[in-house]
């Protein structure tokens, strides 16, 4: 069998963990697919994830002034979530939250999630979800995409039946504003339990009331394809903490057995943009040193030619995941604003929109290289204390 291992940029790694994969190896047989220091699997089906982010618990700190909580959905497939209600008096906004990882590593409890969900709670003024999902390769997908729907069915159930259990959360939210989203695999799950909704968000749809879907955030969202794009081809940034190889061996690891990567969970402009016109309105967040950075224009573009509405948010200067790992120099910078707004917001706006909407096909390729390199904004649905969509009229 032939190894294949993978390297994760950005991550130190604890020399220990080789000593522990020799053993390993001499345990489990040979090692045939690895992405250093983050996941391990053997050729009899052993999976191992070195802890190289340390889980952490429900505490935050008490300026933040956020309560979080760990709650149970169903314990035989371990599917739980860390809830995070900021002490406010006012109703706030719902937010399911999908962590990152390649659909095969991540936890709600790592460090950097727990950090990045307390902070969003506390600055943008929102309920978060975070949820725990089934991961691959033990569960390829749909698993990651029932868990997500069974979540939402959940909060439904909870907030219909008016749940006193669950009424310290309960009280806070605005159940006719709740979003999905996610950061890389998670966005890729919020994206998928969306289209699972379909027509949902509608404010009397039965499937969802009395929740009402307002829209989805989809920020560095993990898509692929057999073709690549220029931003895969790129060299790789030291900023960005996915490799083009690491990202073949998480589709490898997560798709159904004898998939390539023109499967629609992949690739979702591969059976064109039928699907897309089910969806809610939704902002994508672009990073300009990512390698998905190509296919993440080229979804929004998809977008706007099947008539959504659709806002594309661009970072400079940072790559894959800095808003988690903080792997840059700009990173926290970055991080602050897409939490609390910052200069030139929704710079890429209804003009960029319809631009690229009446652009050949060829004029679309110049704008994705062009668009996310020009383009320094913040995610502004957060200002305010609140999330907010605005939607535009896109030309189709």
Same mark, same amino acid.
């Given at each position: 069998?032939?190894?294949?291992?993978?390297k #994760?940029?950005s991550?130190s790694?604890?020399p220990?963990l080789?000593?522990?994969?020799?053993k390993?190896?001499?345990?489990?047989?040979?090692?045939?697919?690895e992405?250093e220091?983050?996941?391990?699997?053997?050729?009899?089906?052993?999976?191992?994830?070195?802890?190289?982010?340390?889980?952490?618990?429900? =505490?935050?700190?008490?300026?933040?002034?956020?309560?979080?909580t760990?709650?149970? %959905? @169903?314990r035989?497939?371990?599917? +739980?979530?860390r $809830?995070y $209600?900021?002490?406010?008096?006012?109703?706030?906004?719902?937010?399911?939250y999908?962590?990152?990882g390649?659909?095969?590593v991540?936890?709600?409890?790592w460090?950097?999630?727990? @950090?990045?969900?307390a902070?969003? *709670?506390s600055?943008?003024?929102?309920? %978060? #979800?975070?949820?725990?999902?089934?991961l691959?390769?033990?569960?390829?997908?749909?698993a990651?995409?029932?868990?997500?729907?069974?979540?939402? #069915?959940w909060?439904?159930?909870q907030?219909?039946?008016?749940?006193t259990?669950?009424? +310290?959360w309960l009280?806070?939210?605005?159940? =006719?504003?709740?979003f999905?989203?996610g950061?890389?695999a998670g966005?890729?799950i *919020?994206?998928n339990?969306a %289209?699972?909704?379909g027509?949902?968000?509608?404010?009397n749809?039965? %499937?969802?009331?009395?929740?009402c879907h307002?829209g989805s955030?989809?920020?560095q969202?993990?898509?692929?394809?057999?073709?690549?794009?220029?931003s895969?081809g790129?060299?790789?940034?030291?900023?960005s *903490?996915l490799?083009?190889?690491?990202?073949d061996?998480?589709w490898?690891l997560?798709?159904?057995a004898?998939?390539n990567?023109e499967?629609? +969970?992949?690739?979702?402009?591969v059976d064109?943009?039928?699907k897309l016109?089910?969806?809610p309105a /939704? /902002?994508?967040?672009v990073s300009d #040193?990512d390698?998905?950075?190509?296919?993440?224009?080229?979804?929004?573009?998809?977008? $706007?030619?099947?008539?959504k509405?659709?806002?594309m948010?661009?970072?400079?200067?940072?790559g894959?995941?800095?808003?988690?790992?903080?792997? =840059?120099?700009l990173?926290?910078?970055?991080?602050?604003?897409?939490? $609390?707004g910052?200069?030139g917001?929704?710079?890429?706006?209804?003009?960029?929109?319809?631009?690229m909407a009446?652009?050949?096909?060829e004029?679309?390729?110049?704008?994705?290289k062009?668009?996310?390199?020009?383009t320094?904004?913040?995610?502004? =649905?957060?200002t305010?204390?609140?999330?907010v969509?605005?939607?535009?009229?896109?030309?189709?």
């Open positions: 069998m032939i190894r294949s291992r993978r #994760m940029a991550l790694l604890d220990r080789s000593i522990h994969a020799v390993n190896h001499q345990q489990h047989g040979a090692l045939v697919e992405i220091g983050l996941i391990r699997v053997y050729k009899d089906g052993h999976v191992e994830r070195p802890p190289i982010i340390p889980d952490v618990s429900c =505490s935050t700190l008490p300026q933040l002034r956020v309560t979080a760990d709650v149970v %959905i @169903d035989f497939t371990n599917l +739980w979530m $809830v $209600v900021p002490q406010r008096s006012a109703k706030l906004p719902l937010l399911v999908f962590h990152g390649g659909f095969c991540g936890s709600p409890a460090s950097c999630y727990h @950090d990045f969900m902070n969003l *709670a600055t943008a003024g929102c309920v %978060i #979800m975070s949820v725990n999902y089934r691959a390769p033990e569960n390829h997908l749909p990651a995409y029932e868990d997500g729907f069974k979540t939402v #069915m909060v439904k159930e907030a219909a039946n008016g749940s259990e669950h009424s +310290w009280n806070t939210s605005n159940l =006719s504003r709740f999905l989203a950061d890389s966005a890729n *919020a994206h339990v %289209i699972r909704l027509s949902s968000r509608a404010s749809s039965a %499937i969802l009331k009395p929740l307002r955030i989809l920020i969202p993990f898509f692929g394809g057999e073709a690549r794009t220029a895969e790129a060299p790789q940034s030291p900023r *903490a490799t083009l190889s690491a990202s061996t998480y490898r997560s798709l159904p004898g998939s990567r499967h629609p +969970w992949c690739n979702p402009l064109g943009t039928a016109i089910t969806l /939704m /902002m994508v967040c #040193m390698i998905l950075r190509d296919r993440n224009v080229e979804f929004c573009s998809a977008m $706007v030619n099947a008539g509405a659709v806002q948010v661009a970072h400079k200067g940072v894959h995941a800095f808003q988690i790992l903080h792997n =840059s120099p990173s926290k910078a970055r991080a602050h604003e897409m939490t $609390v910052g200069p917001s929704w710079s890429s706006s209804k003009r960029e929109a319809e631009r009446r652009t050949s096909t004029n679309k390729k110049k704008s994705r062009q668009l996310a390199l020009e320094d904004i913040a995610i502004a =649905s957060y305010s204390k609140r999330l969509f605005k939607e535009y009229p896109l030309s189709k």
